[in-house]
């Protein structure tokens, strides 16, 4: 029986699913059925899937597409190979959809972005550079899609996000060299100028758009690395709770994985089942020594060498406009500056 497979969870998640897809489209069922429950937006950086993908609720999807098929919903979470740490996401989906056996190769993530999605990351890394007067821009994903603000804090229970006290140090640090693009769903308090920005109202696509154009990806285990790796950008990541084996990609030469939790890291069974005394365990596991904040900003300094500014003045307002197709300008939303201690 032909299959559909149904894809769901985060945007990393989602986007690592797609080379297991597209193996199987090209080498067993060029009419198999992808029914997408969330982030339809990134199968548009897949031209080989243009015509498997529907959207969940989609007018007459059972009827038509599904009734006659076997439904699969491939949960990586669930395989042995995974929770073992001898796979990642990719490995994982690609097990699953392509019925292997043994742990596959890592297929890369043959991402195809829209050239309007490629004009808005060049022109925002463009205004940054003018307005940060920095040669050199980093994009830097501190919180994973965990962390929440809870009054004058910000907390992520699973121990995947950098802590704030942290984030000031490693923004002090890079600011000295670089301009910083702040990829952030959680506003940070803010009390003193560095040269960073944080853009407001961004898509997932141009996200891709920015971290392509930029010179650096610096961040924690969340989407930005997923996109860094599929565009082949250097990268450091830093990990707390999660296994690097899993979440991420310890053979790419391009990244640098600073293991923060490798020492008391326990494995949280999510998907599987829940226990709440491995994750109270490893919430503090992206608390960093300052041995480890060296590290980080070494890795980046090794990469794009030192270029320090000379009388920087930070800007006191940069364009907050929401550029759109409609407006009639091309040029990407900026927020305020952000200011941070």
Same mark, same amino acid.
């Given at each position: 029986?032909?299959?559909?497979?149904?894809?769901?969870?985060?945007?990393?998640?989602?986007?690592?699913?797609?080379?297991?897809?597209?193996? *199987?489209?090209?080498?067993?069922?060029?009419?198999?059925?992808?029914?997408?429950?969330?982030?339809?937006?990134?199968?548009?950086?897949?031209?080989?899937?243009?015509?498997?993908?529907?959207? &969940?609720?989609? %007018?007459?999807?059972?009827?038509?597409?599904?009734?006659?098929?076997?439904?699969?919903?491939?949960?990586? *979470?669930?395989?042995?190979?995974?929770?073992?740490?001898?796979?990642?996401?990719?490995?994982?989906?690609?097990?699953?959809?392509?019925?292997?056996?043994?742990?596959?190769?890592?297929?890369?993530?043959?991402?195809?972005?829209?050239?309007?999605?490629?004009?808005?990351?060049?022109?925002?890394?463009?205004?940054?550079?003018?307005?940060?007067?920095?040669?050199?821009?980093?994009?830097?994903?501190?919180?994973?899609?965990?962390?929440?603000?809870?009054?004058?804090?910000?907390?992520?229970?699973?121990?995947?996000?950098?802590?704030?006290?942290?984030?000031?140090?490693?923004?002090?640090?890079? /600011?000295? *060299?670089?301009?910083?693009?702040?990829?952030?769903?959680?506003?940070?308090?803010?009390?003193?100028?560095?040269?960073?920005?944080?853009?407001?109202?961004?898509?997932?696509?141009?996200?891709?758009?920015?971290?392509?154009?930029?010179?650096?990806?610096? /961040?924690?285990?969340?989407?930005?690395?997923?996109?860094?790796?599929?565009?082949?950008?250097?990268?450091?990541?830093?990990?707390?709770?999660?296994?690097?084996?899993?979440?991420? *990609?310890?053979?790419?030469?391009?990244?640098?994985?600073?293991?923060?939790?490798?020492?008391?890291?326990?494995?949280?069974?999510?998907?599987?089942?829940?226990?709440?005394?491995?994750?109270?365990?490893?919430?503090?596991?992206? &608390?960093?020594?300052?041995?480890?904040?060296?590290?980080?900003? %070494?890795?980046?300094?090794?990469?794009?060498?030192?270029?320090?500014?000379?009388?920087?003045?930070?800007?006191?307002?940069?364009?907050?406009?929401?550029?759109?197709?409609?407006?009639?300008?091309?040029?990407?939303?900026?927020?305020?500056?952000?200011?941070?201690?």
């Amino acid at each position: 029986m032909k299959k559909a497979f149904f894809i769901n969870g985060g945007i990393g998640r989602v986007l690592c699913a797609i080379p297991a897809l597209e193996h *199987y489209v090209a080498n067993v069922d060029p009419e198999a059925v992808i029914v997408v429950e969330a982030w339809m937006e990134l199968f548009l950086t897949s031209p080989a899937l243009k015509n498997n993908v529907y959207q &969940i609720g989609q %007018k007459d999807l059972f009827r038509d597409k599904l009734l006659d098929r076997e439904l699969i919903s491939p949960e990586p *979470y669930r395989l042995n190979a995974y929770f073992n740490q001898k796979a990642n996401l990719i490995q994982a989906f690609d097990m699953l959809i392509n019925d292997l056996k043994e742990v596959p190769e890592t297929k890369p993530i043959k991402t195809s972005l829209g050239k309007a999605d490629q004009v808005f990351g060049h022109n925002l890394l463009a205004q940054a550079r003018q307005n940060l007067q920095r040669e050199k821009v980093i994009v830097f994903q501190p919180f994973g899609s965990g962390a929440k603000q809870e009054g004058n804090f910000i907390i992520d229970e699973s121990g995947r996000s950098f802590e704030l006290k942290d984030i000031y140090k490693i923004l002090e640090e890079l /600011g000295k *060299y670089y301009g910083v693009i702040l990829m952030t769903h959680v506003n940070l308090p803010q009390n003193k100028s560095l040269p960073v920005i944080a853009p407001e109202n961004v898509s997932t696509l141009q996200w891709l758009g920015i971290i392509n154009a930029s010179d650096y990806f610096l /961040g924690c285990d969340s989407v930005g690395q997923h996109f860094a790796h599929a565009l082949n950008k250097p990268a450091t990541v830093v990990i707390g709770s999660t296994f690097p084996e899993n979440i991420s *990609y310890p053979n790419n030469k391009q990244f640098t994985i600073i293991d923060n939790g490798k020492e008391n890291r326990q494995y949280s069974p999510i998907r599987i089942t829940t226990d709440p005394f491995i994750d109270r365990a490893n919430e503090d596991l992206m &608390i960093l020594s300052e041995v480890n904040i060296a590290k980080i900003i %070494k890795s980046v300094t090794d990469k794009l060498g030192k270029t320090k500014q000379k009388e920087f003045k930070m800007p006191d307002m940069v364009d907050t406009h929401v550029h759109s197709a409609s407006c009639g300008h091309n040029q990407p939303p900026f927020a305020k500056k952000q200011n941070l201690i």
